[in-house]
């Protein structure tokens, strides 16, 4: 970017030149990280739709199922600042791929299962590979597509989370019902890593910087990567960039509640089998979100281009909106209004989800940006893991008699959560620093 001066670097060998405005391999791009994304997400979602199972068979109680929810998160969150470090540094290509063929493995281990603390550490593990993708490959997708098209291409790309959250719920649920809970972990698990191995062949490496410079300038930069301490000031030293912390984290307690505790909540509260429990536990919210997430983004490229803080203000309404439609989720007995308000809190889901990291990319320059992406994961994952265990304990001491109805009254309070998320993305479209308009890439029109 011009006006932060950075200093240039001979590219890797294998660098991809700047794209092309009107290139079609930008978002062959998306597609292929959308892919590894589905197994990203389907291999973290499996395990909470075998709940029940896991119950019955070691007799886990909610907390001990809260845990190992949890450890998945808490190794996720904590070890993402180091690998967004990492990301700005090494080759994204290789972490994304190489993460993924890794934590392919680590769940067919997890059909090996047996003691709570075996859970617990394939769990962890799973973080490890899993932490390394989004920062990476958040960094990798933003260096194909610039500001006009950045919220479009990010949202596409938010799809395979919402996929791969219903297609792990549901093969899940089915596997354990029809045939093994196990026999789900080796299926995701295999084909997860042949995905990984088949993409080494087609996805490339871009040059860092290379959209947002083309987009002003047409140049083709490959940036130095920026000192630790530059890099941490970029990222700590900006209201806006905490206030993104403060909403993420506020949004990931929510998410997590639904990720982990919807398909037993279906099951406990409204009689559904495994199967049913882990497909509308996430089916209604997910796809929802998938009509959501796009939508949104081509409007917040749109806005973008007009005013800054127009992608912060989409993500505020969409939080603001969702948190009624959380309380009703969390209070209803109706099983028509359930699904109605759970698809209605998908699509604000959505909305909010689409400027995740298009937001944070507005003020942060492209050598900070994989580190920027890991401190906001862990930031956002760190304090979401603590809604599973929060609901967990909540079901077991609670005022109520049953667990279910403690449950429910704890799901509906986390919407108070999701309004406090409106009310920092607000803040942080208001601290946005004054720009001149003519230099701001937002501003810069782009295929």
């Known amino acids: 970017m011009a006006a932060l001066n950075p200093k240039l670097t001979p590219s890797p060998p294998d660098a991809a030149p700047v794209p092309a405005r009107n290139s079609s391999y930008k978002w062959w791009v998306v597609f292929m990280l959308w892919s590894i994304c589905f197994f990203n997400y389907a291999d973290r979602q499996a395990i909470y739709s075998v709940f029940p199972r896991l119950k019955e068979e070691f007799g886990f109680d909610k907390f001990q199922l809260g845990l190992i929810g949890s450890a998945f998160m808490w190794v996720y969150a904590f070890g993402s600042p180091f690998a967004g470090y990492i990301g700005d540094r090494l080759r994204r290509k290789d972490l994304i791929l190489g993460g993924c063929i890794f ?55 938010q799809s395979g989370v919402y996929l791969g959250t219903i297609g792990g719920s549901w093969a899940g649920g089915w596997f354990a019902e029809k045939l093994n809970w196990r026999d789900g972990f080796f299926v995701f698990g295999a084909l997860g890593a042949l995905a990984g191995f088949v993409l080494y062949k087609f996805l490339r490496e871009p040059r860092r910087g290379a959209a947002d410079d083309a987009a002003m300038t047409g140049g083709e930069p490959a940036l130095s990567p920026l000192p630790f301490r530059e890099t941490a000031r970029a990222i700590v030293r900006q209201p806006t960039v905490l206030f993104l912390l403060a909403a993420f984290l506020c949004a990931n307690f929510v998410a997590t509640i639904f990720l982990v505790w919807t398909p037993t909540l279906l099951g406990e509260k409204f009689g559904f089998k495994l199967a049913a429990a882990g497909l509308s536990g996430s089916v209604y919210i997910h796809l929802a979100s998938a009509v959501g997430a796009p939508a949104a983004g081509t409007v917040s490229d749109w806005l973008a281009r007009r005013f800054r803080g127009g992608r912060m203000l989409v993500q505020a309404v969409g939080l603001l ?39 944070l990319y507005d003020v942060l320059e492209p050598r900070a940006r994989a580190t920027g992406v890991g401190v906001m994961n862990m930031v956002g994952w760190g304090g979401g893991s603590l809604g599973p265990l929060f609901l967990g304990w909540f079901a ?52």
């Open 396 to 447: 077991s001491h609670g005022r109520r008699d049953a667990e279910v109805a403690n449950m429910s009254k704890a799901l509906a309070g986390s919407g108070a959560v999701y309004l406090a998320g409106a009310v920092f993305l607000f803040g942080a479209a208001l601290s946005l620093p004054r720009q001149n308009s003519s230099s701001s890439p937002a501003t810069r029109g782009e295929d």
């Open 103 to 157: 934590w392919s493995v680590i769940t067919v281990l997890t059909g090996f299962c047996a003691k709570l603390w075996q859970f617990v550490v394939v769990r962890a593990l799973e973080g490890v590979g899993e932490t390394f993708y989004f920062p990476s490959s958040i960094s990798l997708a933003s260096d194909y597509h610039g500001p006009a098209t950045r919220s479009r291409a990010l949202s596409y790309h």
């Open 321 to 359: 909106v969702g948190s009624v439609f959380v309380f009703v989720v969390g209070m209803t007995h109706n099983l028509t209004t359930l699904i109605i308000t759970m698809t209605c809190f998908g699509f604000c889901k959505g909305v909010y989800d689409s400027n995740i990291f298009a937001s």
